[in-house]
């Protein structure tokens, strides 16, 4: 049995086998934000190829949370239609449809954020970027308020899932890390405090868009090895994302089957010490037969596959051949 293309199921919602296409920015919007003909048809091929699930690149929350000129958005009821024109692009070949929403936070685009970036604390996140304004507690209502709005659009616009941007150091990630955030507020200090501007964030998006809509939340690890984030930590960020109502945790890794806390074992095999959440990994499945282990391992429940999907519409598709499905 090939473990990659048995289906699964969470809630109402079944996957056709356990491949992933994870979120890629590809210059899918107009300038606008909304998506456009090229963009329709490049997720559609990778729908058609047999992908179970396609989780649409990052797409902005907020105006002033923009990262990229040709990004997509969700921040107005005029990108409706066209997520419409997408969900149903890739729900037509049997995928199912999933957007990630971010705020850029001290990653953003200045000249496309209204002139500043924000984040936790006047930290930089690199030594040529601008130095981030320290959000207010109730800019950061604001923003989760965001997220639960974009969500219910993107729902509204018949995607079945939605991820939380929660990884790579954008602004809900920027929280969490110990060297970006010097608050001494209820968002700053313990890991229980870094996590909580995620965690309510989850919690809103949830209450938006009702029990059948999966929530998955997308964290990284291996940008925080460098200030020493533990697997205690992990374990407090995951718990906090399951008690939000999260349905699906995915990890973004450097190398899925890297060991991680200075011991053998896998990010996701730790996860899973911590959470019965189905998990998605991804980080260097573009092998077929990687993708294969790291599902049969059980080092994750789906298996996400990102630049080999890119540049291979039919990756899916020639997947099966390599395996004998
Ligand atoms: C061009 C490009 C754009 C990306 N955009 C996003 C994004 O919008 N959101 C995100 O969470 N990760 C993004 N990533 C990370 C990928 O989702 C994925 O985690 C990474 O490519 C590792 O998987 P791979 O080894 O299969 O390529 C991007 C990666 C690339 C190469």
Known sequence: MIALFTPFTVKKVTF???IVMPPMVNGSGDEEGRVTEAALRYYRERAAAGTAMIIVEATAVDEKGRCWRTGLGAYSDRHLPSLQRLSE?????GCVAAVQLVHGGPQGA??????????PSAVAPSP??????ALTVEEIHAIEQRFADAASRAVQAGFQAVEIHGAHGFLLDSFLSSARNRRTDAYGGLVSNRARILAETCERV?????????LICRISVFNKRAEGFSQADLQVVVQGLESAGVDILHISTDGAFKGCFGAGKSIGKWAREFTRLPIIVAGGLGDP?????AVADGHCDLAAVGTAMMSDAEWTKHAAEVLGV
């Open 289 to 293: 037969r990687n993708a294969e282990r």
């Open 110 to 119: 200045p000249e496309l954020a209204g002139g500043e970036t924000v984040g």
């Open 206 to 214: 949830r209450e938006r868009i009702g029990a059948d809509a999966l």
């Open 89 to 93: 692009a890739i729900r037509a070949e």
């Open 128 to 133: 040529d970027a601008p130095l981030p304004r």
């Open 16 to 18: 056709r086998n356990r």
